[in-house]
């Protein structure tokens, strides 16, 4: 961490106001964030608003009956000139405080003077700007004579997005730490702790919606130091479903600023508009969806084996019960999903082969005129050609065939994860399975390729629908 820099000018002074109060001043520096070159990051200049204020505290160690510790004096300064730059005269109409002082910016984040106690709350922004109010900075000082240079305690993340579409918020998470909350602070240092740990998203929100165009769009938000750390990005749209990536081992410094991502989120999470009534590979005809998708689901719904119903990735879950077979078709439970009956790992307390088969079981989830595959339909796939793509919403599996009406050739089947069998989601953006109409079996598409395995009956996973005719 860098050494605490001094302005040489002497900038705690008296003036008199022009009602005659005898005023203080201190100037107050923003340290300004720097790029990493390495990732093309664009550069970010925070200045002062008018109305600015920061807080100034002296600790002063105290004993008396029954109470011995600190107390923290704070004074309250105001921006005087400076607006519009990075160097500000602040101003007190109270007595000064002598040195060592601490100082924290924003003021609201504070919860204890005494304990250097902050809380980083989420993120508002405006495309193109960051405002220095969501950026946390503090300065410690032993002679505020020379002025105070605010650090910060954070970095910067910045992606770039352009397309077709109007965006409701940008959801940054850190699988291993938490993202906001409450922290300790060393202010000597400018170095935070967070309390605990923490799994919410830090979101940016937007007043409104922000219209996404051909042109980049630049969007910078901040997360806590830290080394060798995966950082996950959920971009939410308000038609098109949900732009999402995780970032593997990533270092992220406070006061640098990284460009993780520069996306085209397109007119539709997965472009699947034009692609007419199917696509063809390997002489079997692909629904160009998978089961269930719609704009609240762009990626499907997830089947547990032999269910008509399929359930989103946020609905409920049932605790293992004996559930029969005719559940899977009852519109009561259509939104629930089945937890393991733990004796043979399926939701229903016996194996019935009948509800999905290829000549559509009772409980075939498919639209008319199609079907779940066969195993050895999916198992086909493994002989075609297909490359790991990563794509707007969600990486997946492009297959190359031959689509109906438009003379392209491929078909794309998105890693968008599975359920397992205790009801938790896993595996989003690297890996997803996708069931035959056989008992078990299930197609495994990841980064490393395709291949026909054998899955629990009570996990869900997609569907991808073939035509009902052989041909």
Not at 145 to 173: F, R
Not at 325 to 347: L, Q
Not at 361 to 371: A, L, S, T
Request: proline share 5%; net charge negative; hydrophobic share 35%.
């Amino acid at each position: 961490m860098a050494v605490l820099t001094v302005l040489p000018v002497s900038s705690c002074k008296k003036d008199e106001s022009g009602d005659g109060t005898r005023m203080w001043e201190v100037k107050v520096r923003i340290e300004q964030p720097v790029c990493d070159a390495s990732s093309g990051a664009e550069s970010i200049s925070l200045t002062w608003k008018d109305g600015a204020s920061v807080s100034l505290f002296q600790k002063t160690h105290i004993a008396r009956p029954g109470y011995v510790g600190q107390v923290a004096k704070e004074l309250k300064y105001t921006l005087k000139s400076g607006a519009g730059t990075d160097v500000g005269i602040f101003e007190s109409p109270k007595a000064t405080i002598s040195d060592p002082i601490t100082c924290y910016y924003p003021r609201e984040m504070l919860l204890s003077a005494e304990e250097d106690r902050i809380f980083i709350p989420d993120q508002n922004s405006i495309p193109g700007v960051m405002d220095e109010r969501s950026y946390p900075m503090c300065a410690f000082s032993r002679n505020i004579e020379d002025g105070i240079v605010l650090k910060p305690m954070m970095a910067i993340v910045q992606i770039s997005l352009t397309g077709n579409c109007e965006l409701l918020e940008i959801n940054v998470k850190k699988p291993k730490g938490s993202m906001g909350g409450e922290a300790t602070v060393d202010p000597e240092t400018a170095s935070l702790v967070f309390k605990g740990m923490r799994y919410e998203y830090n979101g940016i929100g937007f007043d409104t919606p922000v219209i996404l165009s051909s042109k980049p769009t630049v969007f910078n938000f901040v997360v806590p130091p830290g080394e060798d750390e995966d950082i996950f990005i959920k971009v939410i749209s308000t038609k098109h479903g949900v732009l999402s990536k995780t970032f593997h081992h990533q270092t992220f410094k406070a006061g640098v600023i990284r460009r993780l991502a520069d996306w085209d989120f397109g007119t539709g999470i997965n472009n699947y508009e034009g692609l007419g009534s199917g696509v063809k590979v390997a002489g079997i005809t692909w629904a160009p969806a998978n089961c269930g998708q719609d704009d609240d689901n762009p990626e499907g719904l997830l089947y547990q084996w032999g269910r008509k119903y399929g359930q989103s990735y946020e609905a409920g879950s049932l605790e293992p019960v004996k559930m029969v077979e005719e559940y899977g078709a009852d519109s009561f439970f259509r939104n629930y999903f089945g937890k393991a009956y733990p004796d043979n790992r399926n939701w229903f307390s016996w194996v019935d082969s009948s509800l999905w088969t290829e000549y559509r079981g009772v409980n075939d989830p498919c639209p008319e005129g199609w079907r779940v595959p066969r195993s050895e339909e999916l198992e086909k796939l493994e002989t075609e050609s297909s490359r790991w793509e990563e794509r707007v919403s969600v990486s997946g599996r492009r297959f190359y065939g031959r689509v109906f009406g438009t003379g392209e050739s491929t078909v794309f089947f998105p890693a968008s994860g599975k359920r397992s069998m205790d009801g938790s989601v896993t595996g989003f953006n690297e890996s997803a399975g996708y069931w035959s109409c056989q008992l078990n079996k299930a197609l495994s598409v990841e980064e490393n390729g395709a291949e026909l395995v054998e899955r629990p009956l009570a996990e869900g996973h997609h569907v991808r629908c073939v035509s009902n005719r052989y041909d």
